[in-house]
């Protein structure tokens, strides 16, 4: 570990608290695909901030309307009309299903709107529906609600008691799904990609037989996009590839491109349980976010940006299956994923192979033990792509003979 970088490892764990475990370097400033760290040491990021650099680090248009807002008005509340929040909503609802938006600053946040506006739209039809029925292996982040939806049951110890009403069944199991509904399910969550539980795609059809499902039992269908959504996966929303739509769509990560916003989208026949008072954030959808987040989508929607990343996609994807054929099933066990959002599952723990690939001037990150995930940004080039990928390909086969 060089100089100014061991010096922030030694005073960061005198001063916060340790529930991270941050690799050994301290990320100064970002370009593009690129990160430099406090000894001036390039990174190619392939984790794409995890998953929320879409657009690459300091992208112009995304820096443009940050600065340019920043000139004006940070936060004056919820209290007030706010331009750019409107802009926001306005482009949200242009892209998707949705008719409304409630902003927030985190996928958490986003998740805890979409669970708590399914109890209080089944209050105010009169049904005694609360339950959530949610998926093994699901992440939908760290509030006690959202935590009680996650389905590792890791993350549940010594938080307890959690949130009543809260099932998982596997995911991809319809029948199973179906069994656990009953006249007391709110909502049914999940993602079209499971993404921290290592890149597993919703199999073909089920997002469409939980929409069926959903249906026929009345309750709502939540996807959390937070991940998948503002085109990691390859279209601008993950879901919209399965032809099913939900009634409540959520989205955080690549929304801002790293300035911290989410975002809970529905129908305005759902969104109007949320009456005066109901629910509330004292930084939802605050000028500089909701700027930055129409900034991103703007570029992506109208710059090429979708349609360039879909084909720089596919030598990604390529260029995956050739590396696992050569370093063979005794080391790869799967690849897995679609867009800018893959994983490796790899037949050992993940952990050695990416603290090398840093020490050799790449940046990957895990998704459950034994997945190498890649979410580089959508703006990667091929010749970027080839890069990262020798030095993964010659990490993997250092730590895993
Ligand atoms: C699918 C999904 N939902 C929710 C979250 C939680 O988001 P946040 O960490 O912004 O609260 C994450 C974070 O990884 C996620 O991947």
């Known amino acids: 570990m060089d100089k100014k970088n061991r010096e922030m490892a030694h005073r960061m764990t005198a001063v916060l608290t340790p529930n991270y475990l941050p690799q050994p370097v301290s990320i100064e400033r970002g370009e593009g695909c690129y990160v430099y760290d406090a000894d001036g040491r390039r990174y190619l990021d392939l984790m794409g901030g995890i998953a929320t650099a879409v657009l690459g680090h300091c992208h112009p248009a995304v820096q443009a309307a940050l600065t340019h807002q920043a000139g004006k008005i940070w936060h004056i509340s919820n209290l007030f009309l706010s331009s750019p929040q409107i802009e926001l909503a306005e482009r949200l609802t242009t892209l998707c299903f949705a008719e409304q938006a409630f902003f927030c600053n985190s996928g958490a946040e986003a998740n805890e709107a979409a669970l708590k506006l399914a109890r209080r739209y089944a209050h105010d039809r009169e049904e005694k529906r609360f339950e959530i029925l949610a998926f093994d292996g699901a992440f939908h982040g760290r509030t006690l609600f959202t935590l009680s939806a996650t389905g590792t049951p890791a993350y549940w110890e010594g938080f307890g008691p959690l949130a009543e009403g809260v099932y998982h069944v596997p995911f991809g199991d319809l029948a199973a799904a179906g069994q656990r509904l009953s006249d007391r399910t709110a909502a049914i969550i999940v993602e079209p990609v499971q993404g921290e539980s290592g890149v597993h795609p919703a199999p073909p059809g089920f997002l469409q037989g939980l929409r069926d499902l959903a249906d026929k039992n009345g309750c709502l269908l939540i996807f959390d996009e937070v991940q998948t959504g503002v085109g990691r ?65 703007d570029t992506l929607t109208t710059g090429g940006v979708l349609e360039t990343a879909r084909k720089t996609a596919e030598h990604l994807g390529r260029s995956l299956e050739a590396m696992a054929h050569r370093l063979g099933p005794d080391r790869v066990a799967d690849i897995r994923g679609s867009g800018h959002l893959r994983a490796i599952e790899l037949t050992q723990p993940a952990t050695n192979v990416i603290h090398r690939c840093r020490e050799s001037g790449v940046l990957i990150i895990s998704a459950g033990a034994s997945n190498v995930r890649l979410a580089p940004p959508l703006i990667i080039s091929n010749e970027q792509i080839d890069e990262g990928l020798a030095v993964l390909e010659a990490a993997i086969a250092a730590e895993i003979s």
Not at 244 to 252: G, H, S
Not at 258 to 275: D, E, F
């Open 233 to 297: 996966t390859g279209p601008l929303f993950a879901h919209q590839t399965s032809g099913a739509e939900p009634d409540i769509m959520t989205l955080a990560k690549a929304l801002g491109n790293g300035i911290p916003i989410g975002a809970m989208l529905t129908r305005a026949s759902v969104g109007k349980s949320l009456v005066p008072g109901t629910h509330a954030s004292t930084f939802g959808g605050n000028p500089l976010a909701a700027a930055c987040a129409c900034a991103v989508l």
